[in-house]
């Protein structure tokens, strides 16, 4: 990202907060309101709860906002062991697993363990969504097609996600793609996902992005 997080810090866990990621989605804020609370400054105060309650409720955030590091000797953030894209109405794609963000030529972008995905076109921090698709009025289904469902297989491991210029997500590696209501899952190792907002068979690209560039 382009600028460092903020730091909130105590002697059991440091808590690391990058704005550009937020969502305003609210798992914090509903999950542990006093640690997490908007109307005042500082909005975090990790010292108001236990490292355990605090590192449990920034797991729960699907934007990779909010991350954690313990001193205490409590665990670190786990790689969860299958990697999951869920598909949100009208918003992004939450990606959770071993993430690797890679550009078409190789180069390094970002790896993490929770990401929101832009499948709107309009963020200005791209590939991640910023909630742009409020403002642009994006709407897309939640679900997915169970049509194309494969038998499922290895689903942990390394997730390469490569935003390929103009056109949309190259999925690498194996996933299980999931529906918003949690009914429909596709599972795969290799897949092509819109990021323009244009494709008539969302979530996965139909080549739609040819006839208007995104960017």
């Known amino acids: 990202m382009k600028h460092p997080p903020r730091n909130y810090v105590t002697k059991d866990i440091d808590v690391m907060f990058y704005p550009e990621r937020c969502t305003h989605v609210a798992e914090c804020v509903n999950g542990l309101p006093a640690v997490f609370d908007t109307s005042r400054r500082p909005w975090v105060k ?3 709860a236990s490292a355990d309650e605090v590192a449990r409720v920034i797991l729960c955030c699907p934007t990779g ?4 590091t313990r001193k205490d000797g409590g665990e670190a953030e786990p790689v969860p062991e299958t990697n999951t894209i869920r598909v949100v109405a009208d918003g992004p ?3 959770l697993g071993r993430i690797l963000i890679e550009s078409p ?4 972008i970002m790896e993490d363990t929770r990401v929101a995905l832009c499948r709107c076109g309009a963020s200005k921090i791209k590939p991640l969504c910023d909630n742009a698709h409020l403002d642009i009025h994006f709407k897309a289904p939640g679900q997915i097609s169970a049509s194309t469902s494969e038998p499922a297989g290895e689903k942990g491991g390394l997730l390469k996600i490569i935003p390929l210029d103009n056109g949309p997500f190259h999925i690498q590696g194996p996933f299980v793609l999931i529906s918003e209501d ?3 899952e596709v599972s795969g190792t290799d897949e092509w996902l819109c990021r323009c ?3 008539n ?5 139909d080549g739609s992005h040819f006839n208007q560039l995104s960017g």
């Open 182 to 184: 949690g009914k429909t």
């Open 46 to 48: 990790p010292e108001h």
């Open 201 to 205: 068979n969302k979530p996965f690209c």
């Open 93 to 95: 794609l939450y990606v």
């Open 105 to 108: 030529e190789g180069d390094f």
């Open 65 to 68: 906002a909010l991350h954690f």
């Open 197 to 199: 907002g244009l494709s």
